[in-house]
């Protein structure tokens, strides 16, 4: 399901590890955030570049084919987290307590299965187009102004291996709750309750009429 | 066993992890590279000895698909599209095109509905992303729509139904991946995509005020706003017609040359939605968290996108394409039935998948079954099945199936229009927001069925072009 | 024996030697031999030298110019003005080429063994508005050229623009680019020609080379009948791909003729020109550049000058 859930803290070992993951994957976000800005923003420049200067951004098409990586991939432990992957869950959301967290645990425990041999997968990816021996350790570029391509490969593997982690707590928070038999287990994506969503509703919509009465 | 055999097993075993629970992505990946491994293996022979080498190359196949399949410009399109609609609420336009279309079309049996619809519409003009834009409308609208003492779930239905409007009026997302998928001119796919959503809108909007007659309950109407009222809605409204008129220019220019490529008209549009967001007082906090919720739905788009993939890459090895090809092309009955049918198999599909996925999965497989049936690529409107030239007729396809595959966004199980209704009001269940978006499906059934019968409604906008 | 081929598009000119090779091998080997064509299902165009790499396919198509640091001694045939005229020469040189030892072991690094060329004609431009017929009358136009092209026609001071392939009829169309630099069957399926005024005839400034490989495992694997099968099926393979292309051709001419579209010639003095400032400062460029990778680029160079030579 997609939208808002609320992770649950405290001050275990668990909840700390989970919060400073959580600002990592958070600045990481704002990295693919800011990447289509960016996009954004060289569009722009290359509209007012050809139309005024007769001078278009060169390799305007290569610039956006190695920033996609960026977008892509960056944010995709931060959604994990906030449970924002789309999922059917009419059936696991009829089970209760131990048996749904066991459910949950036996769901990230293969997505982990999967995500380290994606990891291994598209490190050798990586792995073919970077050389040191090569000219800008360069063993693939792109068709036109020929930037090399390990860099945007690598951010594949490195984005797999923060999603691995997040996986890895889910699985020791999961894990947990299905030993205690915890009703709100710490650490995992939790839908929020009617009135911590409005709570948080009321923060975007007062934030908006603040800016709009200014 | 036969590749086409592991084929359906691994897709029936991909289905299962769906059913219980797994993330669709993640499931379609797993499914993917299982089955590589599978056939790899069956071309050694299931020699004990060759698992290791058959399951390093199933890997290695499956490892270069989430980099090789997202470096793509025409993708770029997409996260762009969402960070307007998500620039569009700070900049204020959500609000004032709502205050509008409540001051213009409250009168109506419905009046709020009705709105709602009117504004989703319009801010649809802006947002490239269905999902988005229910979230935005779902925020503004059902509390408006609660208070006045409408039906909450029929308050649901409504933004759950309305979003999908965003995927036809461009910018769309989700017509810029079939354009890349059948590798058809993404200009004119959204042009294309004009006049259908415009038409959908009309007949949400008829339902409403047809239902709001008979049971009164369901939406009473809002009157007395002077005239003075309602002219002082529009100024607030009015830049969103600026920014559509960039967007169309880039596309479409009725009066000459259109002023650049789609990529960049998407990308110009955000940038003068973000100005006036600055404009309206925007500060670092709000343009962090819609860069944020820009990037969270860009990963979860994009990992369904390479997720999917890996499993269209088994699906290549396991020859299910080509089978499934031969087999439409084999059928002795009119196509126009045969085009039905594949139309029905969609909706069906549609339950249970997301509408991105289901392209990604099945065009590789049925557009080219689809051209076929009218005659092939280049037959002209003369000589094919539809009446239609193979150009216009990959446009009017293509509208069909985003319409479908809109459908499939409110439809349960897995309805992601619903999800996120339900997922920005906590108030609301999943299985509210799906009962009250049930009305909808017959407007959609008719809509389609009118595309279908017409398809000028399609075809008149890009042909001019 | 069963064999993988990734190759993408449709099927077409450029891909019917691959096809015809497949008729051949089930036919001389009684359906022993047979090859699987996939049209874009096993992998994306960029990516087939990392398949046949890792082993998915046995058989694969892929321009060197999509990825210049994956092949860099291909390049030295899409260098700027090498001077080749038709597709037979374009065969030649090609296959002189990839003959070379250190082209074999550049693209031994991923495990492939050259197999023929599918030779591509000259990539000339279709261009909107008046005609440019000089080197002075390309300064400022704006012009869809990827690569060591775009980099040819930069130094006449034109304006390289950059520009996917299926977004160049946009692009024409709203001015983005003036002009745009393909093969004829893709000025035909990216409708430039929909668009154009004109078309250079004989420019011929450059063009891309699109090889077959296989993988060497999987070539070893073979049984001698096999191998002898399909080394002896490339020379009427490549034949039969002549002739389809030379079909294509003819259309082209119709399409041309059919569209108004004006033939520019350049005169022998202008294209000197041209070739002064592009083609041997690019040569140049480029021999130093491989040279510094340990490349024998002036051997490279001078071998296709010789096949030329050879073949004229
Ligand atoms: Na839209
Ligand atoms: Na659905």
Known sequence: MAGNAAVLEDGSRLSRIDRALAGIETKLALVSGLAVFGLMLLAVVSVTGRNILNVPVPGYVDWIEVTMPLIAFMGISYTQRSGSHIRMDILIGKLKGRMMWAAELFSVLIMLVLVLFLIWGSWAHFARSFDFAAPLWSRDSTIDIRLPIWPAKLLVPFAFSVLALRLVLQVWAYGRAVVTGAENPIAVPLPLSAAEQAAEEASHVSALDTKGAA | MEPIDIGIIVSGVMLLFVVLGMRVAFAAALAGFVGLTWIFWAKFGYNPDKFMKALTISVKTAGQVPHAKVSSQALSLIPTFILIGYLAYYAGLTKALFEAAKRWAGWMPGGMAVATVFATAGFSAVSGASVATSAVFARIAIPEMQAMGYNKRFAAGVVAAAGTLASLIPPSAILVIYAIIVEQDVGKLLLAGFIPGAFSAIVYVSLIVGMAMIWPSYGPKITGYTWREKFASLPPAFPIFFVVGIIIFFIYNPFGDPWGTPTEGGALGAFVVFLMAVIQGMRWGQLKDALLETAKLSAMIFTIVWGVLIYVRFLGFAQLPSAFADWISGLEQSPMLTLIFILLAYAVLGMFMDAIGMLLLTLPVVYPAVMALNGGEGVLAADSAFGMSGPMCAIWFGILVVKMAEFCLITPPIGLNCFVVAGVRDDLTVQDVFRGVMPFFFADAATIGLLIAFPQIVLYLPSLA | ?312
């Open chain 3, 1 to 312: 024996t069963e064999w993988n081929v990734s190759v993408w598009g449709k099927p077409r000119a450029f891909t019917s030697h691959v096809e015809v090779l497949n008729e051949m091998l089930q036919e001389k080997t009684g359906g022993a031999f047979k090859l699987n064509i996939s049209y874009g299902g096993l992998s994306s165009n960029k990516e087939n030298l990392d398949g046949i790499s890792i082993g998915a396919f046995e058989m694969a198509q892929f321009c060197a110019g999509y990825h210049e640091d994956k092949n860099p001694t291909l390049t030295v045939l899409e260098l700027p003005f090498i001077g080749v005229n038709t597709l037979e020469e374009e065969v030649a040189v090609s296959q002189a080429l990839y003959a070379h030892p250190a082209v074999a072991k550049d693209l031994g690094r991923w495990n492939a063994r050259l197999l023929m060329p599918s030779p591509m004609p000259q990539y000339n431009i279709v261009g909107t508005g008046e005609v440019r017929d000089t080197v002075a009358k390309m300064d400022g136009m704006r012009v869809r050229a990827t690569g060591g092209l775009g980099e040819a026609f930069k130094a006449v001071g034109a304006v390289p623009t950059s520009v996917t392939a299926t977004e160049t009829y946009n692009a024409m169309e709203s001015g983005v680019v003036d002009t745009v630099s393909f093969a004829q069957h893709a000025h035909l399926a990216f409708r430039t020609i929909d668009q154009a005024d004109w078309w250079t005839a004989n420019l011929n400034p450059g063009t891309v080379n699109c090889p077959i490989v296989v993988n060497t495992d999987a070539y070893d694997a073979l049984s001698d009948e096999e191998r002898a099968a399909l080394d002896s099926s490339i020379e009427p393979a490549l034949a039969h791909y002549l002739e389809v292309y030379g079909e294509v051709l003819k259309k082209w001419d119709a399409v041309l003729a059919e569209r108004e579209v004006t033939k520019v010639m350049f005169t022998e003095e202008e294209l000197d020109k041209f070739r002064a400032v592009a083609a041997g400062p690019a040569r140049a460029a480029w021999i130093e550049k491989m040279s510094a990778q340990g490349i024998p680029a002036q051997e490279l160079v001078d071998l296709v000058d010789s096949t030329l030579a050879d073949n004229r």
